[in-house]
Each structure stands twice: as C-alpha cells, then as structure tokens.
C-alpha cells in the first residue's frame, strides 16, 4: 500500500491564486519529498524536508511537516498556468522502519487556468 | 551530464513476448530505483541497487521479473511471458548514496503496452 496520500486528488485554480497540496504519511520518515510530473513524462524532484525540520522554502514553494500527526504540505504560490501537473509526496522511511527507497503518494492533479 | 536516461521510450509487445528495458543513470549516482506507474497513481517501488547490489525487491516483482545492474552502472529491467497486467509505465531514478538523503533523478520512462 501506498505510504503516502495526497489530498485533494484533483485541484482547479485560476492563474495567480495559491495551491495547497496535502500528504499524510503512516511510518517514521527520514525525510519527505515533494516531486512534480508532467503529462507522460518522469518526474522532478521540487524539495525535500527532512524530520528534524518544520518549514522550508523554495522559490515560490513553501513546504511545512508536522511529524507529529504525519502530514506535510505543499504551497504554490502565484501559480501559472506552466504550474499544471501532477503532486506527488514521497517519503523515506527511517533506517530502522526498514526500506530505503521512497514511497510515493497517488497524487494531487493541479490544473492552473488561465 | 544529461541526466537518466531509459530506452525505449515506448514499447508494443505480444503477450507471452519477453522485453527489456535499460536504464543509464547519472554517473555519479551509486543508487538506482526501479518503480512502475500505471494511470492516476503514484510510481510503485520494484527493485533497488546502491552499485551492483540489488539490495531491495518488492512483491510486485514476481519471478517473471528480474533486473540487474553489472559493474554498477547501467541497469536493465526484464520482464518474460509478458501480461496484459503489466502494461504500465517503468520508470528508472538514480541518487547519490548516504544517509542525509538526496532527491531522485527520474528518467521519462518507458512505457509498455502488451497486447
């Protein structure tokens, strides 16, 4: 099963407005990533949070994790259209929870209107 | 360095066909990920390597599935008797190694269809 699971599944926005994406997570984490995948294509690594730490930034991404409920959030701001894409989460689980490739989440679908 | 690298890109196989996909990874990346996407979800894990070894397999990849990665650079995936099921999109991502943890360098996959 996944580890990860994004919330909303689907997201519509005009140009300009924030986007705000959700992940929930099951297990210790190591740290939390954030990646980005465009309509059959591979996906872009966006940022990575690790345990130890609250927020971060990235130019117009902000990233927040609160491992004590075992969420974390991503912020667009100003979005663009060029923002349209799918969200993934991905978290890697501590060293002693076991597997040390990243569980990623099902996603949150942005569409940025013009 | 233009990053990871999978061919084919696409690939229509019958089933019961066997097919293999390569994967060449950032060079400097000892790390490197298999997983497999199907339509609205997330990448699934397959299989792990940090150099040669392949130090993690999923119970996804069942024993018509194998992949290796000799002298710790290039991979390949194999998948033999070939499904319907296994039509998906396989993905290959590469990293550095230690425990601070680095993001994934992804590939645009290769996508499969078995007909």
């Known amino acids: 099963s996944q580890q990860g699971e994004e919330d909303p599944q689907a997201l519509s926005i005009q140009e300009g407005e924030n986007a705000t994406m959700n992940c929930s997570y099951k297990?210790?984490?190591?740290?939390l990533q954030w990646y980005r995948q465009n309509s059959g294509r591979g996906l872009v690594h966006l940022i990575l949070?690790?345990?130890?730490?609250r927020e971060k930034h990235s130019g117009r991404l902000r990233v927040t994790l609160d491992t004590s409920k075992k969420s974390s959030s991503l912020l667009i701001t100003a979005s663009r259209a060029a923002d349209t894409a799918s969200y993934f989460c991905?978290?890697?689980?501590?060293?002693?929870?076991?597997?040390?490739?990243?569980?990623f989440g099902s996603g949150t679908r942005l569409q940025v209107q013009p | 360095d233009t990053g990871v690298s999978q061919n084919p890109r696409h690939k229509i196989t019958k089933r019961g066909q066997n097919v293999t996909f390569r994967c060449d990874p950032i060079?400097?990346?000892?790390?490197l990920y298999w997983y497999r996407q199907t339509l609205g979800q997330g990448p699934e894990f397959l299989t792990y390597?940090?150099?040669?070894?392949?130090?993690?397999k999923s119970r996804l990849l069942s024993d018509r599935f194998s992949a290796e990665r000799p002298k710790g650079s290039f991979s390949t995936l194999e998948i033999q008797r070939t499904e319907q099921g296994d039509s998906a999109m396989y993905l290959c991502?590469?990293?550095?190694?230690?425990?601070?943890?680095?993001?994934?360098?992804f590939g645009s996959g290769t996508r499969l269809t078995v007909v």
């Open positions: 991905a978290s890697s689980l501590s060293m002693d929870t076991g597997r040390r490739a990243l569980t």
């Open positions: 297990t210790s984490i190591n740290n």
């Open positions: 949070i690790r345990s130890n730490e």
């Open positions: 060079s400097e990346h000892n790390r």
């Open positions: 390597f940090q150099n040669e070894a392949q130090l993690e």
């Open positions: 991502a590469s990293t550095k190694g230690g425990t601070v943890g680095y993001g994934y360098t």
